[in-house]
T-cell receptor, first 113, second 111 residues
Framework: NAGVTQTPKFQVLKTGQSMTLQCAQD?????MSWYRQDPGMGLRLIHY???????DQGEVPNGYNVSRSTTEDFPLRLLSAAPSQTSVYFC????????????FGDGTRLSIL | SQQGEEDPQALSIQEGENATMNCSYK?????LQWYRQNSGRGLVHLIL?????REKHSGRLRVTLDTSKKSSSLLITASRAADTASYFC???????????FGQGTRLTINP
C-alpha cells in the first residue's frame, strides 16, 4: 500500500493563479482532511470529508474549495492564490469517524509570489 | 484557534538521555494523541491516550494524561539520534470528531 499520496511535492504560483493539490489514499478510508502548517502554528484544519459526496469546513476554509467524488481522492483547490496561502499542505486519512490513527501524506510545499 | 500548547518549544539533549515534552489543552477531550514529524515529511502517529486513561506505554514512549489539569506529557527514554524530530500533541474534543494540534516541540538529540 502506498498510503496517502500527495502531488505535487513543490509548487510556486503567482498571486491570482489557481491550482489543485491532489491527494489520494489506497486504504479505503472514509475520512479525509486537509491541513496547512505554518511556522510556529502547528497544523490547522482547512476542510474535511466523512465520505464520498460529503465535505465540511474546518478552522481556516476561506480561499479553498474541496470535493469528494470518490473514496480515494480528495483534491484541494486554491481559487485565486494569495501570498498568505504560502504554506505546507498536508492531506490525511483515517478509516472513519471515531477510528484512529490518522495517516498523513508527505505534504505539498506551496509558495505564492 | 490552537487547542494545545506545548512546552518547551525546543529541546536539545545528549543521546541516551530522557526527553520530556508537555502539552496543555483547554477543553474536554475524548482522547489526546502524539505525532512525530521528521524534517520535510508528514506526521506519523505515535500513541493515543483516551480521556479515561492516565498512563500509556509504547516501547520507549510513555505518555501521561491529567484531565484535571488538562495536560499531558510525552517521555522518550534512552534517546537516539533517530528521535530527532518535531513532536506534536493533538486533541479530539468531545463531540468534535476532529483533531486540533499544538504548536509542537522540536527535539534535537546530539550524538
Amino acid at each position: 500500500n502506498a498510503g496517502v499520496t500527495q502531488t505535487p511535492k513543490f509548487q510556486v504560483l503567482k498571486t491570482g493563479q489557481s491550482m489543485t493539490l491532489q491527494c489520494a489514499q489506497d486504504m479505503n478510508h472514509e475520512y479525509m482532511s486537509w491541513y496547512r502548517q505554518d511556522p510556529g502554528m502547528g497544523l490547522r484544519l482547512i476542510h474535511y470529508s466523512v465520505g464520498a459526496g460529503i465535505t465540511d469546513q474546518g478552522e481556516v476554509p476561506n480561499g479553498y474549495n474541496v470535493s469528494r467524488s470518490t473514496t480515494e481522492d480528495f483534491p484541494l483547490r486554491l481559487l485565486s492564490a494569495a501570498p498568505s496561502q504560502t504554506s505546507v499542505y498536508f492531506c490525511a486519512s483515517r478509516a472513519r469517524q471515531g477510528l484512529w490513527p490518522q495517516h498523513f501524506g508527505d505534504g505539498t510545499r506551496l509558495s505564492i509570489l | 484557534s490552537q487547542q494545545g500548547e506545548e512546552d518547551p518549544q525546543a529541546l536539545s539533549i545528549q543521546e541516551g538521555e530522557n526527553a520530556t515534552m508537555n502539552c496543555s489543552y483547554k477543553t474536554s477531550i475524548n482522547n489526546l494523541q502524539w505525532y512525530r514529524q521528521n524534517s520535510g515529511r508528514g506526521l506519523v502517529h505515535l500513541i493515543l491516550i483516551r480521556s479515561n486513561e492516565r498512563e500509556k506505554h509504547s516501547g520507549r514512549l510513555r505518555v501521561t494524561l491529567d484531565t484535571s489539569k488538562k495536560s499531558s506529557s510525552l517521555l522518550i527514554t534512552a534517546s537516539r539520534a533517530a528521535d530527532t524530530a518535531s513532536y506534536f500533541c493533538a486533541t479530539e474534543g468531545q463531540g468534535a470528531q476532529k483533531l486540533v494540534f499544538g504548536q509542537g516541540t522540536r527535539l534535537t538529540i546530539n550524538p
